[in-house]
């Protein structure tokens, strides 16, 4: 696809990314429910009855509905064509930066997979192994083996990735494990960590090592996922932008929950910052 007019790929990038959205939107649903992404057929959550195909196209599918099932007439979120409408954009967005190349649709299936990833810790404060795990193995697979294909010596794009993850999973553990051991000695207990009735994880238990209060070991297999792809200087640009999201959407949290004693998760912030480290970055994102 290297002569297709860039213009018309982006286009095709769009329509791509409306449709991955689509998927996205059942993946967010079941995942974490444990549930099957891929059978039965979308349906409504309220009644069961299968979505007919022409109501399924992205975001025209919703707006032909009226934001409300055929069937039972119960209001379909708009979450769900925001969902296929964000894809889309960032698709887009990808294509236009990085054009027709293989590349360019790993770089996509890499923007599916953090915000899939976001979502489901926003809603449920996890991160599915399918996805960090998944990605970090993609990451030092598949990353380093396009970007030989593109030109990178293989060993220098392999380190590149294999730096990155352990960069990205490395300092978030770091930072867990010290926040965990400095509350551990003072006392302090939260309302997971380290659970009612329960002592303080000792150094011969799994939990002490990887089990921290105020921050799940998602966290730190999400950024190892991001380093994998991104490399180094983009994990540091990650945690950057991530911060700044955080303390931004955490200011707007607190004032709509009126508590500053409100959590939420850090994944969504991690995605947004891998994704300004993707489309804005301030360094290479290959060796």
């Not at 995942?31 to 399924?56: F, T």
């Not at 960069?167 to 009612?196: K, M, Q, S, T």
């Not at 995605?271 to 360094?283: D, I, M, N, Q």
């Amino acid at each position: 696809m290297e002569h297709v007019d860039p213009r018309a790929f982006v286009a095709l990038a769009f329509v791509i990314g409306s449709l991955v959205g689509s998927f996205l939107n059942v993946v967010i649903h079941r995942l974490p429910r444990g549930e099957s992404i891929v059978h039965p057929g979308s349906r409504c959550p309220a009644c069961g009855h299968a979505i007919r195909p022409w109501h399924n196209v992205p975001v025209i599918g919703w707006l032909l509905l009226r934001g409300r099932c055929r069937d039972c007439g119960v209001r379909i979120s708009a979450r769900y064509p925001l969902v296929e409408l964000a894809t889309a954009l960032l698709f887009a967005a990808v294509a236009d930066r990085f054009g027709a190349s293989p590349l360019g649709w790993m770089w996509m299936a890499f923007v599916a997979a953090l915000f899939a990833a976001a979502a489901i810790d926003f809603d449920h404060r996890i991160i599915p192994d399918e996805i960090s795990v998944g990605g970090l193995v993609a990451g030092l697979t598949v990353a380093p083996a396009l970007q030989a294909w593109e030109g990178a010596p293989a060993g220098a794009a392999w380190l590149h990735a294999v730096l990155g993850a352990a960069l990205g999973g490395g300092l978030l553990w770091i930072v867990g494990f010290a926040h965990a051991r400095l509350c551990a000695v003072g006392g302090r207990r939260f309302e997971h960590w380290p659970g009612d009735g329960e002592d303080f994880p000792a150094p011969r238990s799994l939990d002490y090592w990887t089990w921290f209060p105020g921050m799940g070991f998602g966290d730190v297999k999400l950024l190892a996922m991001i380093g994998a792809f991104l490399g180094p200087v983009g994990v540091v640009e990650t945690l950057v932008a991530a911060s700044a999201v955080g303390l931004l959407f955490g200011i707007g949290w607190a004032i709509a929950r009126r508590s500053f004693a409100s959590p939420f998760g850090f994944g969504p912030m991690l995605a947004a910052g891998a994704l300004v480290a993707l489309l804005v970055p301030f360094g290479p994102l290959a060796p």
